[in-house]
């Protein structure tokens, strides 16, 4: 079992990750001393592959365990979801000594994170992703949010776990398109980090497609470690440091929004949101020809979408400038100075931002 | 303007007290820099007293104004109608350069901090209190919050205000039963953390209730160093000085919720509580009889009820089982030892407990 620190002082926290760990888990939460009564926040499908050994494991370590299904949809990440699963939690909270675990995707530990950073003004919670999407970003760093019909992520509160515990094991189960959307994040990392990380997907994407526990927990690990460190060092995005992590994500979520989220996956819009980022960043002459050719290679490879199809450009703009990143009328794109390095860079022209997105696909207006 | 700081280091504010120092707010919010568009949050009828003149100030110092009104009852401190905000927020947010103005009592205060705390994972706002229960003391201190069905204050945040504008010339418009609510705080204060302020109450009890501007001046200012005092030192209530705050509290919060929120308001429920307290600790030996008696008497002299009527007793008791305040099965209270001298006492007897309650009222069962 490897260990991966989030160093935030008195909210510091330690990341377990390994194959087959979540058995331990009830162990691993009875040593933290956060409470006596589990709260699994999962959805159906979740809870008939993992629920009982879950439980199994919690109740072992002499803990008391409930669970709560949402529905596995981006719909459950709502108000008034988080309003029917705080109404539960009151009235289930009797011995007041309850701790939230989230065990599923980014949906699942958004709202779950949202929902003990509300309850009694903030309770302890635990984070289990069973996505590599959430394995590698959203359970780690404590951003939890609910969605408004204006906009993802519109509301929410930074609020920390306590751990996280990530079985790659747990990824066994998803299907091809689910591991390729968390692909497209672990791409990311090497993008803005570690050109080694890069190097290793390139060398090994055979290996991580099928589900090799020794490539998927190398990959975990290193992604986990590179936000535990930004989120160490820029917890609130105060500095332009976690802003960092928005690589791909500006477009990302813009193309996501102008498609009503149905067409493309989180993953899936990301990587078009990667790829329109690096021909800004060609454009601006912040990175070579040779390098864009080698990341829409490895988007390619890992099954991503290379082309945009079938939402409209205006669209996309008009939202992109909805973006929260989008600050007092200057948009902020996180650019690439290579494979390895990213910055972020104010008050892009518009006009390469089009041009951009005009070549990454086809558009019907 | 007599000004107060709650020292919390990067999220340290200011308290401005005065009377008609309201007509100022522009200027101070542009000086604090925290945005360009005003979006205040009020009910219909402080919108009509003070709408107009607060529009003012803000437009003259080059700010935009949006006002939201909600309904001027507890119910209005709810999840649904926080959504509602929130939508309505999210529509209005288009220069991405807003903060939030809570102009009202208690549960503007309260909803809005809380609408602020989660928007966008926080924006900054401003209260400005109309009422003297929230002047001394729901504005200042961050504890934002919405009620569930299952209790009051259950889902919230702790979320720090930028500043604080305390203009007591806007108590004049309250009537006789919300400034006796208000008083019910102000003599709490003085029972906890200061006798000299006691004393004043007592001797000036004719000033106070007729609006008297320099003595309204004189206990809120007087109460808002307190609780600043308290708050710089125990923010998040992690040592028992903010649970000295909530002396009077316990049984108060049980009673409001006993009589579903209806027959007693929040400082009434507050002075029953208070005088259930000092009965415990009288019970305790902790407090003298004479204590007691100029308690019950200053109590009454405020316009206070000294007897609980119309509620069930058993009903009380168990509703206080549930107070947020009951820790993993222990039951918590703030004791008095003097006049100006308060401490927290856990485990106290549930005989010893009836019997106060029982004392201080008639019951149905």
Redesign the interface.
């Known amino acids: 079992m490897k260990r991966v620190n989030v160093n935030l002082g008195s909210r510091s926290y330690p990341i377990f990750i390994g194959a087959g760990i979540s058995v331990r888990t009830g162990r691993i939460v009875a040593g933290l001393d956060i409470g006596t009564d589990a709260y699994v926040i999962t959805n159906p499908l979740i809870q008939k592959k993992y629920g009982a050994a879950l439980a199994a494991s919690l109740r072992k370590a002499g803990l008391s365990v409930r669970f709560k299904n949402i529905a596995d949809t981006e719909q459950s990440k709502s ?2 979801t ?2 029917a699963v ?2 539960d939690l ?2 289930f909270d ?4 309850i701790f939230i675990v989230a065990l599923g995707g980014g949906v699942v530990g958004d709202l779950a994170g ?1 929902v003990a ?6 309770i302890p919670y635990i984070q289990m992703p069973t996505t590599l999407l959430a394995q590698v970003d959203s359970s780690i760093g404590g ?1 939890t ?1 609910v969605d ?4 993802k992520n ?5 609020y920390q776990p306590r751990a996280v515990i990530t079985d790659v094991a747990l990824l066994k189960s998803l299907h091809a398109r689910q591991l390729r959307q968390g692909l497209a994040e672990v791409i990311k990392y090497g993008l803005i980090r570690d050109r080694q990380l890069f190097s290793y997907i390139e060398n090994n994407m055979r290996r991580i497609l099928s589900h090799d526990q020794a490539a998927l927990t190398h990959i975990v690990e290193r992604c986990s470690r590179i936000k535990a460190g930004i989120v160490s060092r820029d917890e609130r995005e105060k500095k332009s440091l976690r802003t960092l992590l928005n690589f791909g994500h500006t477009i990302g979520h813009a193309i996501e929004a102008a498609c009503d989220y149905c067409d493309y996956g989180h993953g899936e819009a990301v990587a078009l949101g990667m790829l329109v980022a690096a021909d800004i960043s060609r454009q601006m002459r912040m990175l070579g020809e040779k390098a864009q050719e080698r990341i829409t290679r490895l988007i390619k490879a890992a099954g991503l979408p290379i082309k945009l199809r079938g939402v409209s450009l205006q669209k996309i703009i008009s939202i992109h400038y ?1 973006d ?1 990143k ?4 200057k948009n902020r794109f996180v650019l690439l100075q290579a494979i390895g390095k990213a910055k972020v860079v104010s008050n892009v022209s518009l006009l390469i931002i089009q041009q951009a997105i005009k070549g990454s696909g086809t558009f019907n207006c």
């Open positions: 108000l008034s988080a309003a705080l109404k009151a009235a009797k011995r007041k000594h949202f950073a509300v309850y009694k003004r903030g951003k949010a408004l019909p204006e906009g519109l509301v929410g509160a930074f909805r929260k989008f600050m007092a009328g």
